[in-house]
């Protein structure tokens, strides 16, 4: 026991506290010695559980993903089905900032995260593409998702908003007309919701008219 608490936990309450911890405070306040201390246990209970501060954060990817639920519906148009993959994951990572964190530093390649992507394949590959393409696709995909959450994450943007006026208010209108002349709208757009639904819905644009010039179309 430690602190009158009982020892007595499992991995996966360790993985979500440490998840609670990167999310609150940030990936570099994660240490084993600030998780057990988190936990009420000692530092061995942790080590009885997990190896290492490497799969420590191994097994923080596997249930910070398992909070995005099911990620491909089987039925619908495929507009819809990449639609509700890109906005169900962009939910997921504003909830869990931690998986942004932890991507920026090393790629995530656990299978629990993989799933993101076999779903994306899926949606694509359905809709026409072929799998070399739905790659390419795809990835367009995961960088403008883990881009929007990362540059301008929900909890920020207003604030980002706001630096963005003041900085663009203080420019020469001689040397910056245009952003000056449109600083009101230049600020909107540099993060919230409504600019990821834009963005996605541009490159659902784009991919339906690729899919109109390949071979065979797909169904459109």
């Known amino acids: 026991m430690a602190g ?10 360790i993985a979500r506290t440490a998840l609670a ?14 998780l057990a201390d988190e936990l009420g246990v000692g530092k061995m209970t942790l080590y009885g559980h997990v190896r290492d501060k490497e799969e420590l954060l191994a097994a923080v990817v596997d249930v910070a993903v398992e909070d995005a639920g099911p990620l491909n519906p089987a039925s619908g148009a495929w507009q819809d089905r ?21 991507r920026l530093r090393a790629p995530v390649v656990r299978p629990e995260a993989l799933r993101f992507g076999e779903a994306g394949m899926a949606i694509l590959e ?7 393409e739905a790659a390419r696709a795809f990835r367009l995909l995961f960088t403008f ?14 604030r980002a908003r706001r630096a963005t006026a003041v900085a663009v ?13 449109a600083s009101a709208e230049f600020a909107h757009a540099v993060g919230g ?8 819905e541009r490159i659902i644009d784009g991919l339906e008219s690729r899919l109109r010039t390949v071979d065979g179309g797909g169904p459109g």
Do not use: K, W
């Open 126 to 132: 359905d809709a026409g593409f072929e799998p070399a």
């Open 4 to 13: 009158g608490r009982p020892s007595r936990i499992t991995r996966e309450q």
């Open 82 to 102: 990449f639609r509700a993959l890109a906005e169900n994951a962009y939910e997921n990572l504003n909830r869990h900032p931690a998986l942004v964190q932890l």
């Open 145 to 158: 998702t883990f881009g929007c959450a990362g540059l301008s994450p929900e909890s920020d943007f207003e």
């Open 193 to 200: 919701r409504e600019q990821f639904d834009y963005g996605l």
């Open 21 to 34: 911890i990167i999310d609150r405070d940030g990936l570099d306040t994660l240490s084993m010695r600030v």
């Open 169 to 181: 208010a203080g420019l020469p209108p001689d040397e910056y007309p245009r952003l000056t002349s």
